[in-house]
């Protein structure tokens, strides 16, 4: 299987538990910023952007949670980050993203699973389908 697929029927494609609708859009990305996959709509994301990210994810506090993060222009503030877990969730920033939307981050052993949710989404099933993407992942070795 490849990682579009992974992104197109197992993120983007499938509807969110308890809500309905989908995510906006969706990537999976290595740890070194390079883009395995992403939907048509995913921010412009540098690599830089997305290695920082992953390094980030290696510190107890990091910086992200008091800066934020970016996503090309996008930036998103911090509103739960778990150390252990390796997994972050954020909402847009005012006057730098769509709306009420946010994104959720979850690291497995090799990739950045990237979810992005408009207003019409809730953050709480989104985490639900990211986390188990990257779960996935992480139980098959990725």
């Not at 494609?13 to 999976?28: F, K, M, Q, R």
């Not at 910023?33 to 412009?44: E, K, L, V």
């Not at 709306?99 to 809730?122: F, M, P």
């Not at 389908?129 to 990257?134: M, P």
Request: proline share 5%.
């Amino acid at each position: 299987m490849s990682w579009q697929t992974y992104v197109d029927s197992y993120l983007v494609g499938v509807e969110l538990p308890t809500t309905g609708g989908h995510l906006e859009s969706a990537a999976i990305c290595g740890l070194d910023g390079g883009i395995w996959a992403q939907s048509p709509t995913f921010p412009a994301a540098t690599a830089e952007q997305l290695a920082e990210i992953a390094t980030e994810l290696q510190n107890e506090h990091p910086s992200f949670q008091a800066k934020g993060l970016f996503l090309g222009t996008r930036k998103f503030l911090v509103v739960r980050y778990d150390f252990e877990e390796k997994v972050v969730s954020a909402k847009d920033s005012p006057g730098h993203g769509t709306g009420e939307g946010g994104l959720c981050i979850k690291q497995s052993n090799t990739a950045l699973v990237i979810g992005v949710y408009s207003e019409k989404a809730h953050a709480p099933p989104c985490n639900t389908v990211v986390e188990g993407v990257a779960k996935y992942l992480i139980d098959s070795g990725y």
